[in-house]
DNA sequence: ACTGATTGTGAGCGATGGCTCATATTTTGG
DNA sequence: CCAAAATATGAGCCATCGCTCACAATCAGT
């Protein structure tokens, strides 16, 4: 019975050709994923839909995993791209203001392929190690942690870790279930309400005696 | 390309030693899943630990899924049993009490099988189509939703479906993630904390203008 | 043009797991 | 005590999947 935490690349693309392979591979990948879901994706289906023998993608990917992995990191890498901008103007920020950003900016961040980041996001906690939080929320419970610490004076922040928790927690949640789960309740004119309610919650909380 | 979702018995237990094999094939479910996780639980694994032969579990369960399906539903009326006491008493206290009783009914229903609810957890997206909430959540948003139609008066709620998302949603999460990720935010003394502060964010969210 | 390095190919091996079916055992009802 | 029904058994078939390897094609540097 033995496990195969494989993830490294087997090997580095070194020439034009062998990069288009893996970037077709990664795109092949995603797309299975988001049809067939992981559990029914097999490296010789990505194989052929990326259409590259089941000998290349093993020259690059040592398994399904390793495949899933740089998916993943890709993903995230264009969240953040999404969202760092308006992470780091927010920092100056009072708090209405801040937590607000901090929302919409949630919000769009996961409209980024949406159906990839469901299937993603079902498989992260049973793969690499991350615990608790995906690479996404890590980065912004830094951030959050940062400007509550910055803004301690006109807050009511009793212990920091735990409400740097329950705040990035909070939003990642409703924002990912929305997103994901209740297109509806953010559809159109909606996204507003959604966006108030929210905000006021984590403001009141955060401000409150 | 096939896909399997039988999920109801192939077959109901007539006599009580065939009631006894199912009930001890759902125990080795349930342990399987715990030690295995799972994706590496197989039919064969699961009949060996019950001591039972592969071909009696297929009398009565179409597969592996159906065997999951069966665990789910009897951990979370576990869970519910747990919960739901509580919750029927908290339909007429006021708010403060109400949103402080139900952190910590939850904390506590979470708290009945923390490894087996973690896998189960993993697993409901990708199965059984609730699309959006697992069956407890659905239990909890019903009756959440029935108390803020009853408080409405002294309660500040904008929109009854989506007030009782969010409360709903936060709770599960936090509480879940808590226990299952970070059990150090409510061990101990620490757990008042974690209760005060998130019964304090909804309340405010709650009552406040 | 030549040659070694890099990249690409896909048939097929071995392992695993889902599931069946012919058969054996136990229970029930009369 | 005796059928017939219910329940239990497990060897083994079959499909799938991960992955290798011997070989072919292409490229880079000279």
Redesign the pocket.
Known sequence: ?AR?P?IKPR????????????DVLLEATARILVKDGYD??????IAQMA??????????F???EALVAAVTDQHFKEMMAVARDALVNVMVQPVETAVRELVRVMIDAHRVNPKLHRVLFEQIPRMGRTDDMDAFDREAFGMVRTYLEHHRAELNVADLELTAFICVKTVETLTHTAVVNHPALIAGAKQDLFIDETTRMLVRYLKGK
């Open positions: 019975m195969k494989q090997k580095k693309a070194s020439q034009q050709r062998s990069q288009v392979t893996v029914t994706a097999s490296t010789n289906k259409g590259v023998s089941i000998g290349s993608l093993y020259q690059y040592p398994g399904k």
